[in-house]
Structure formats: structure tokens, C-alpha cells
């Protein structure tokens, strides 16, 4: 099979709308300064620092090789290429790619061969194992594409900090609180050495969005004062145990449905909308509460996460936002973002501002983009920044959204209210992935003689417990 043809336009590279003053305290001078006025120690050493491409190869290394990972690959292989979004502006090439399991990097691997067999180079470096991210993080490549399971990502970015990559993860960065710390420390290290990062919040770089948020920024909706969020849908696949599978390895392959790997999907997904909020309100939320559950997801192999979440943020000056998000099948779905201001309102993903009457008073002129042109976008901003011999750096924005849903799912957990303080200072962390080397290696849980694992139980749950 021959590489994709499309047609080609321009790319549409521009800068972030969010003010520079709108992070209102998340990171504060020079350290790292997080809203609960911890720092964070910033000790990590640099083996080198990027510089600028201009038209060089670019060559680069995917860490995960699931089905995001070989999109988020063919985005950034097609940015030199001839299609819709592309600027065939120098070659890009992949050199090392790695997966936890066989399976997935020889599906992997086949698929990017049949579609870029001249952009791809790996015959000597395709890597197994649970330390695969750390013999493609040290190959030759310039970016790495980290694209597993969200537990795992704080390891695996300070460890390409480490090496001096520039990197493309995928949201989000973490699932717990320490690991978002452990994060924007790395990240600390990756701005004074010129290191760019780009996170897979791809409704950041669709022109509806960014024209919309434009307009709310400049004052188009007043104040802001209710937003609403929604991520409403019918679930995720479920792979079946295997007999000779450990629990361990059982775990790595439903990483989905277990909170240290995925976060929940509160954290795994709906973070697109509740950073989509962050962006538009220009800040993070100051506190949560909130109630969720297992309506449908009872058994054994949905692990341990909720199917259902609905939580109350509160933003400073007492903005609030109502956010929804459900796997379960039957219902009325839907996925979009709302912003209420003191005269006009913003149906931000539809990219429409109507007044308090209704009628219609602004609309981008903006094609809608679906999500594969959206991902396909931000790889083009992406390369295009480091052909221009910028470092772009979503990392402090991306950190605020992650932590604003695992402040959601620490309330809907424990049924409490939960302080934004409180939540980036908890110390409890789900699980030790340093630690993790073989698949017979001890999961840090286990399930009960009747196969069932342990789940939050709103009530009786501290917010620190699967928090």
C-alpha cells in the first residue's frame, strides 16, 4: 500500500489565545510554584538540547503502539507529505518504536510499513518489554511520541527530558496528583533547555475553537458566570482474560478500566472538555464536589472505574461549571462545551455566541474539523513550530486540565468536597510504575476471591483513597 494522497492546503499555524496573565497563580516566577505554594524540586540533568530543523529530517520514536500511538505517528510521518494540512517542508521519519506487548508493535509496525514503507526505518529498532520507552527514548530520534496508558506517562516524559527529546504525549499526563507534579517538574527542566512538548489536546488547534475562545477572551459573552460540560457516551472495549495471562499483564492490556492506568474516564477523556472550560474561563477551578457510580459496570471485568460522573466546579470569583460524563449504552449522548456569560452565551464547540434572547449574534467562519483533522493539525503546528526553530510548550495548561478532572474524580469518589489545594498536595499515589519491570511483577491491586477489585465507595472513601 502506498502512502496516503490528499489535497493540500496551507497549514494554519497560530499562536495561543490564552492570555499570559490568565493562569491566575498555577505557576508563579521563575520555580515551581504550584497553587498550594509547594515547590517542586527541579533536579533533573539534560544529556543534550534540541535546536531548530529547518528542512532536516526529522526522525522519531513511538512509545506505545495501541491505536492512538500509530495515529499520533501517521499525523506526524504525513506532515511532510502531500495531503489536506500538510507543508512538505522537510522529511520525517520513523526510527524506534516500542510497545509492552508483541502484538501491538508487529500490528504496529505492519501498518506504518504498508502506508510510509520509505519513511520508515526501524529494522533494528523495534523494542518489547516494559523498558521499550527507554531503549527508544535513547535511539537517535529527535521527538518521541509517548502514547500509553496515561499511568505511565510522568516516568516516561521526565525520562525523555532526561535524553533532551522534544515530545508529543498524549493527554492525559498523569493520574494522580503526584504524578502532575512529577510532570511539571520535568517540564521545568524541558523549558530552560529548549525543549519543545505538545500535548494531545488537539480542540486547542481547530480554528473554531481558537476564534471562538478569541471572542469570549475579548470580552464577547461579559462575564463569565455557569459553564457546562459534557462527555456522554456508550463506553469502551473490553478485552477478555487470557489463562496465561499474570494480573499484572491481565491489568496493562484493561488499562481503561483500572484508575491507576487510565485515571478513569473522567480523567481520560472528559479532560478534552473540562480543559476546553480551563481555556475559555482562563484559569483552573478552586474546589469540587460531586456524585458518581457503577450503574452498569459491575462486573469483574470493568475493573474499577465509575461508568457515570457528575461533578460542580467552582472557579474563582464563583463561576461554576456543571460537568457530565457517562458510558452507558441507551442513552441520550452528547459531547460539547457551554460558556453563560452576563450578556451572551458561547456554544464553544459549535463555535456560536447568541445573546441572552437567543438570537444569534456571532458564528465562526471556520469549517468544522472532526477529530482525526484536529490531531492532524497539531502535528503540523507541531513540526512547522521546530522547522521555524520555536519551542512550543503545552505542558503548564495540559497539567491544570489533568489535575482539574482528578480534583472531579476525587470528589465523586469520595462524595466530599475537595479543595484544589488540598488535591494537588495529596502525597498518595496509585501506584509505584517505577517499580513495575516484568509482567510477573506483583499489580498494585488485586481482585477478591470472587474476582471483583476494589472500587470507591461515595461516603465512605477519603478523597486520597483511588484518588
Known sequence: ?????????????????????????????????????????????????????????IRIGL??????GVGAAMQMLDTGGDFEG????????LVAMG???????????RTLR??????????????????AY????DS????????????????????????????????????????????????????????????????????????????????????????RAYWNGSGNWVRPRTKDQTELEYQLRNWYYFTWLSGDHIVEQHVHNLDIINWAIGTHPIEAQGQGGREVRRGSDHGQIFDHHMVEFIYPGGTRLLSQCRHIKGCSNQIGEHLHGTVATADISSGVISDLAGNRIWESGAEPMRSDRRQQQEQTDFVEA??????????????????????????????????????????????????????NDPAPLSPDKYGKYPKAIPGQSTPGMLS
Open 1 to 57: 500500500m502506498s502512502k496516503r494522497s490528499r489535497k493540500k492546503t496551507p497549514p494554519t499555524v497560530s499562536p495561543s489565545l490564552t492570555p499570559a496573565a490568565s493562569r491566575r497563580g498555577f505557576l508563579k516566577g521563575g520555580g515551581m510554584m504550584l497553587a498550594g505554594g509547594a515547590i517542586v524540586g527541579t533536579n533533573l540533568s539534560v544529556a543534550k538540547s534540541a535546536y531548530a530543523f529547518g528542512s532536516d529530517t
Open 63 to 68: 512509545v506505545g503502539c495501541g491505536n492512538r
Open 86 to 93: 500538510g507543508s512538505n517542508s522537510g522529511s520525517v521519519r
Open 99 to 109: 510497545d509492552c506487548f508483541e502484538n501491538n508493535l508487529h500490528t504496529a509496525y
Open 114 to 131: 504498508g502506508h510510509y514503507a520509505d519513511q520508515v526505518d526501524v529494522r533494528d529498532s523495534r523494542f518489547v518489554g516494559l523498558d
Open 134 to 137: 527507554q531503549k527508544v527514548i
Open 140 to 227: 537517535d530520534a529527535d521527538i518521541i511520541l509517548l502514547a500509553t496508558p496515561p499511568g505511565f506517562r510522568p516516568l516516561q516524559f521526565e525520562s525523555a527530558v532526561q535524553a533532551g527529546k522534544h515530545v508529543f504525549m498524549e493527554k492525559p499526563l498523569a493520574t494522580d496528583a503526584v504524578g502532575v507534579n512529577r510532570i511539571l517538574a520535568a517540564n521545568e527542566i524541558a523549558k530552560q533547555n529548549g525543549l519543545a512538548v505538545q500535548v494531545g489536546f488537539q480542540r486547542r488547534h481547530d480554528l473554531r475553537y481558537r476564534q471562538t475562545i478569541e471572542q469570549i477572551h475579548s470580552g464577547a459573552i461579559g462575564e463569565p458566570i455557569f459553564a
Open 386 to 439: 521546530l522547522r521555524r526553530g520555536e519551542t512550543p510548550n503545552e505542558v503548564d495548561d495540559a497539567a491544570a486540565s489533568t489535575m482539574t478532572a482528578i480534583l472531579g474524580r476525587m470528589a465523586t469518589y469520595s462524595g466530599k468536597r475537595v479543595k484544589w489545594n488540598d488535591a494537588i498536595g495529596c502525597v498518595s499515589s496509585l501506584a509505584n510504575l517505577d517499580a513495575i519491570k516484568s509482567f
